[in-house]
T-cell receptor
Framework: GAGVSQTPSNKVTEKGKYVELRCDPI?????LYWYRQSLGQGPEFLIY????????DSGLPNDRFFAVRPEGSVSTLKIQRTERGDSAVYLC???????????FGQGTRLTVV | AQSVSQHNHHVILSEAASLELGCNYS??????LFWYVQYPGQHLQLLLK??????LVKGIKGFEAEFIKSKFSFNLRKPSVQWSDTAEYFC????????????FGTGTRLKVLA
């Protein structure tokens, strides 16, 4: 597609459940980012991939959060044992290289009830 | 620690007024700087970017920003705002080496009155 695609656009889950959020970057983009945005805040960095490897995962809040990008394209953010505090919009972005600007998707709004 | 701060959280202007949104960054090395905009119900879009060279950069929709290294600032300006500029504006910085993660400010919500 022309832009970064994220699915689902909305996800409601019960506390304690496992969720997966998917990101399809722009074709050919090697760099992929995950961010989390809470109401009234700027995007907060979670993890950055260059190709298949996580180049920087320093933003993952704890070991319940994990992300993969097995073939260097699509990425999945996985959250185990969800908590109400995980409720936020999860943003994905990609760029053609680390030195170019990133393009963002629409985000997945996660609500943990 | 790397950080980006935006001083104005909410700004209300009338159409045709001039706009300046403040952004300051704190980084240990060379940094690329960005302004992103989020219109209601839409995704973050790039307004403009500074990588190197002329510190006055021009972006889309008549926006510009000036990189002042001595003040660690990258303020966004527009001489005459329109109602359609109502949106949330985010300043972001990214190191040019090492980790390439973006650090965002908390955003400025702009409302332009028709």
């Amino acid at each position: 597609g022309a832009g970064v695609s994220q699915t689902p656009s909305n996800k409601v889950t019960e506390k304690g459940k496992y969720v997966e959020l998917r990101c399809d970057p722009i074709s050919g983009h090697t760099a992929l980012y995950w961010y989390r945005q809470s109401l009234g805040q700027g995007p907060e960095f979670l993890i950055y991939f260059q190709g298949t490897g996580a180049a920087d995962d320093s933003g993952l809040p704890n070991d319940r959060f994990f992300a993969v990008r097995p073939e260097g394209s699509v990425s999945t953010l996985k959250i185990q044992r969800t908590e109400r505090g995980d409720s936020a919009v999860y943003l994905c972005a990609s760029s053609s290289s680390p030195n170019t600007e990133a393009f963002f998707g629409q985000g997945t709004r996660l609500t943990v009830v | 620690a790397q950080s980006v701060s935006q001083h104005n959280h909410h700004v209300i202007l009338s159409e045709a007024a001039s706009l300046e949104l403040g952004c300051n960054y704190s980084y240990g090395g060379t940094v690329n700087l960005f302004w992103y905009v989020q219109y209601p119900g839409q995704h973050l879009q790039l307004l403009l970017k500074y990588f190197s060279g002329d510190p006055l950069v021009k972006g889309i929709k008549g926006f510009e920003a000036e990189f002042i290294k001595s003040k660690f600032s990258f303020n966004l300006r527009k001489p005459s705002v329109q109602w359609s500029d109502t949106a949330e504006y985010f300043c972001a910085g990214r190191p040019t080496s090492g980790t390439y993660k973006y650090i965002f400010g908390t955003g400025t919500r702009l409302k332009v009155l028709a």
